[in-house]
């Protein structure tokens, strides 16, 4: 049980979010869903196990081994670095758990996570090696130093291979706008050559005016379409610490991206047309998959509801206008605290919202990708379960990484 369990832990490293291969095909809230659930129970695991070796007191052997061929070695090296894997373990589980409440900011509460597990990876490695007896064999021995090799890797990789290439893939913003209440637009471009190639509905981590090497980068959608090759923008809410000094921010200063990232894509998916739901500032992928629709002619319908508290946090109206204008797109606002003169819809996007747009149409043909805060995507989602859509036909991402 603790081998499993810690070849595991040693798995973790892959599921931080950070590895495209894994977060661009099963999208990143699944990722770090599973990343997750799979440290509480493989925590669970490894917490039982000492007791279970040792349930008899130490030094008598366990019911279920009474020969002795799986007893541990109990000199200092093993047990010692057990202990410390144990402990680093446990800590590590309980601060993500309790992220929220750590008042040094997401930024040291990365940095204490990545050092606990390397710690784990490390200690617990030698415990393995040291303190049973199954590792002992060759193949083990291997397989435990290959686990620690990937581990480390991809420390390295997150924190010193990828900010070198970002300090040869250098970016600068190049402009940056207040466009509705509390929320900005931020366009950076590459200062050689074309911006990163994505897909619309994808996201990068962005660091502007910092090194590389800092943990100061933020997740953000890419609003543009990737057809505009030359640049990248990003609307973005100001919710805390980095978003609510974007306005202090000068134009020329250095940007780095590191991405594409996440699954929220509609290339390759069919569907007879496009239902997009945005609430708030999760309109920003919506409206790079709506730019790459209209600039790349797609004749399927499309159809947009978009939902914010009051009018003046509704972006880019206009250009929502023009392009309902040019394509087939019907768009559909929604406010919660609408103004006296207010001629869209009211409330949230809710069943009836989602029942009177599919009065005509069967939603259970069409794509449906939704973002937005956590309430509206699981509401959407329900309605759209119950109507028979099927789940591979909808697309969702949350703005809450953790
Ligand atoms: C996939 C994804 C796409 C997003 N796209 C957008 C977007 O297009 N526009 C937008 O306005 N917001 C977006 N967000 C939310 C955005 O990342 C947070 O609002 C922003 O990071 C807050 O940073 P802060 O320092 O201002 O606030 P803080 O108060 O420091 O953080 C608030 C919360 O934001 C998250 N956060 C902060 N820093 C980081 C970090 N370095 N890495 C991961 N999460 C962090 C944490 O959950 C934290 O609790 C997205 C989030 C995700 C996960």
Not at 112 to 124: E, K, N, P
Not at 137 to 164: E, G, Q, R, S
């Amino acid at each position: 049980m603790a081998l499993c369990a810690f070849a595991g832990v040693m798995m973790e490293f892959l599921l931080s979010g950070r590895f495209r291969f894994i977060s661009s095909h099963i999208g990143i809230d699944a990722t770090m869903r599973v990343h997750q659930l799979m440290a509480r129970m493989l925590t669970l695991a490894l917490i039982l196990h000492p007791f279970l070796y040792t349930g008899g007191g130490i030094n008598s052997p366990m019911v279920w081994d009474v020969t002795r061929q799986a007893s541990l070695n109990f000199g200092l090296a093993g047990v010692l670095t057990g202990l410390v894997a144990w402990i680093a373990l446990i800590v590590l589980v309980l601060m993500g758990m309790f992220r929220e409440k750590h008042s040094g900011g997401y930024e040291a509460w990365r940095a204490s996570h990545g050092f606990a597990a390397l710690i784990v990876a490390v200690f617990g490695t030698v415990h393995v090696l040291r303190a049973g007896r199954y590792s002992e064999a060759p193949l083990l021995t291997w397989f435990w130093i290959a686990m620690l090799v990937i581990a480390i890797t991809t420390l390295v990789w997150v924190y010193v291979l990828k900010p070198l290439w970002q300090i040869g893939h250098p970016y600068t913003v190049r402009s940056l706008r207040r466009i509705a209440d509390r929320t900005w637009e931020v366009v950076i471009a590459p200062d050689r050559g074309e911006a990163i190639q994505f897909e619309a509905g994808q996201f990068v981590w962005l660091n502007i005016g910092n090194s590389p090497f800092s943990l100061f980068e933020n997740p953000f959608s890419i609003a543009s379409a990737p057809s505009q090759r030359g640049e990248l923008a990003f609307v973005i809410k100001e919710v805390g610490d980095f978003t609510r000094s974007l306005g202090g921010i000068a134009t020329g200063t250095r940007a780095y991206v590191d991405g594409p990232h996440g699954n929220m894509t509609i290339a390759g998916r069919g569907g007879a047309g496009i239902a997009l739901y945005a609430g708030g500032v999760g309109i920003a992928p919506i409206l790079s998959i709506l730019r790459e629709l209209r600039e790349s002619g797609d004749p399927r319908p499309v159809m947009l509801l978009y939902g914010n508290r009051a009018a003046d946090q509704i972006v880019y109206r206009e250009e929502l206008q023009e392009a309902a204008r040019r394509m087939d797109l019907q768009v559909e606002h929604f406010l919660m605290e609408p103004p006296a003169d207010w001629r869209g819809r009211t409330g949230v996007i809710d069943e009836a919202a989602l029942a009177e747009a599919f009065r005509n149409r069967d939603a259970a043909d069409w794509l449906h990708v939704i973002c937005g805060p956590l309430p509206l995507i699981e509401r959407i989602e329900k309605a759209l379960l119950s109507d028979g859509v099927p789940s591979s036909r909808i697309l969702s991402e949350r703005f809450y990484y953790d």
